[in-house]
């Protein structure tokens, strides 16, 4: 299917690997320009080899809005526009007992993984709003609406992120911005490699078993018995920022496998 945004320009955050990069190659293969951003430089520009055409890959950090500025200026210097807003740069952040996690571990994923969609906001939302045609998508969580007791700072982090763009929705829908969140579920990453390691050692077990186990014992919902592969996730948020999503707004896409056991959204 054509997505009929050949000629766009998107700019995609925590773009060196895992859903980031997936969406990346995704929209290249739709004839989008891209705006590829992550922290360290020389993983960016090793990654953007896996993408047709000729990425822009700027290193950024999205918890300093003049670092967000000087990315979206140079991204506009070259190719003019941003019509597409991926957001996915988040951290899983610190995990233990709710009321013994410090300040400064809740103000870290804080920072991360909310407080950055509102610096990307308002770095690029203006411009489409007066062009009248834009797509902002975040990153949420499953954690958003089924929380797990010892990510309490993820937890809370995200649920705001996805409060914040249902705010978003209800303004910018009426200039042509449409705003969504997609919340993924235990997504074979470098985030959930890395739990899922962590298991392992704990357990005294594979890598394999670890995510055995863990789907047995903490994913009930996921009924494929496997982690989502992060291209599962990219196509979802192909067609939200595509032509033909022109009538989905404010909205949260769970791509979880099931992972939620309820009716919410």
């Known amino acids: 299917m054509d997505l009929a945004i050949r000629g766009k320009t998107a700019l995609i955050t925590g773009a060196q690997g895992g859903i980031g990069l997936a969406t ?24 953007a080899v896996e993408i047709d055409g000729d990425p822009l890959c700027i290193a950024a950090d999205v918890t300093d809005q003049a670092d967000v500025d000087a990315l979206v200026r140079q991204g506009i210097e070259r190719f003019g526009v941003i019509d597409i807003v991926v957001h996915t740069a988040g951290v899983t952040g610190a995990k233990g007992d709710p009321l013994e996690l410090s300040d400064d571990d809740y103000e870290h994923a804080w920072q991360i993984d909310f407080f950055s969609a509102v610096r990307v906001a308002r ?8 062009r009248g045609w834009g797509r902002f998508i975040c990153l949420t ?94 196509f979802v948020i192909a067609m939200l920022v595509s032509q033909h999503a022109s009538f989905v707004n404010g909205s949260n896409v769970r791509v979880d496998g099931g992972s939620v056991i309820s009716v919410q959204n």
């Open 24 to 47: 990346a190659q995704c929209l290249s293969a739709e004839g989008v320009n891209l705006i590829l951003s992550d922290l360290d430089a020389d993983a960016l520009s090793r990654a």
């Open 123 to 130: 770095a690029t939302i203006p411009a489409m709003r007066d």
């Open 141 to 234: 969580s499953e954690n958003t609406v089924q929380p797990y007791w010892e990510e309490a700072v993820y937890n809370t982090a995200k649920a705001s992120l996805s409060t914040f763009i249902k705010n978003l929705s209800y303004k910018e829908a009426a200039h042509g911005v449409l705003c969504n969140t997609v919340a993924p579920a235990f997504i074979a990453s470098p985030m959930t490699d890395g739990m899922m390691k962590q298991r392992a050692e704990q357990l005294g077990c594979s890598l394999e078993e670890a995510i055995e186990s863990f789907l047995e014992e903490e994913r009930p919902g996921i009924v494929a018995k496997r982690r989502g592969e992060a291209r599962e996730v990219a």
